[in-house]
């Protein structure tokens, strides 16, 4: 069931996107994604908790696998978003920047404390933010049971990339306004459920 506030008849109700729509390979979209995602480096991963409540705080992205499509990220185990996976693996991870592109990607999380998969990932930072408790255990090194690594497996993306300089982007929103066009600006990409797994077992099988 869709939400409609009204009837367009032939004509497309949201023009933009009809506009901006990319319809590009796989490959293109895919490496367009994870390449937009290290660029940025910092993402909202938004998380669900106990409540019901959509609860967001900044992830550094610590690493990517299959091919660019699943993400990988530090945690403090003790932290509330390992409690809020435990209650829905769900999860919305969101990237920005100052140009306006932007992605989202939907995917389901897990929390591994296998020490070998965190000492696979670790990075001495960790310890600016554990720090140490000074009891020979919780000291922010790569043993300390704190540390763990969170997999998000993803399952659709949405994201927009810019096609044309500043000075071009305005000249389009300008004349938008003036004959009511919507403007060609960004190339938006949609990546499917479909897509990523196709990516995901390509990526597995040259791995």
């Known amino acids: 069931m869709s939400f409609s506030n009204t009837d367009t008849g032939s004509k497309p109700a949201d023009p933009y996107k009809a506009k901006n729509i990319d319809h590009a390979s796989i490959k293109e979209k895919v490496e367009g994604l994870s390449d937009f995602i290290s660029s940025c480096k910092f993402g909202m991963m938004t998380t669900r908790d106990s409540e019901g409540m959509l609860v967001s705080r900044c992830m550094a992205l610590a690493a990517?696998?299959?091919g660019g499509i699943d993400l990988i990220f530090h945690t403090n185990t003790e932290s509330g978003k390992t409690d809020d996976l435990q209650f829905d693996q769900h999860i919305n991870i969101s990237f920005l920047n100052a140009s306006g592109e932007w992605a989202s990607v939907s995917g389901t999380a897990k929390v591994v404390t296998d020490r070998s998969v965190v000492s696979k990932y670790y990075s001495s930072a960790l310890k600016a933010w554990l720090g140490d408790l000074g009891d020979g255990k919780h000291d922010g090194g790569p043993e300390d049971p704190r540390i763990g690594i969170i997999k998000v497996a993803s399952n659709t993306a949405t994201y927009a990339i810019v096609r044309k300089n500043v000075a071009k982007r305005a000249l389009e929103v300008a004349q938008g306004v003036v004959t009511g066009q919507a403007a060609t600006?960004?190339?938006?990409?949609?990546?499917s459920k479909e897509?990523?797994?196709?990516?995901?077992?390509?990526?597995?099988?040259?791995q």
């Not at 600006?185 to 990546?191: C, D």
């Not at 897509?195 to 040259?206: A, F, G, L, P, Y």
């Open 64 to 66: 990517k696998e299959n």
């Open 185 to 191: 600006v960004n190339k938006l990409r949609e990546i």
């Open 195 to 206: 897509e990523i797994d196709t990516w995901r077992s390509s990526s597995k099988m040259v």
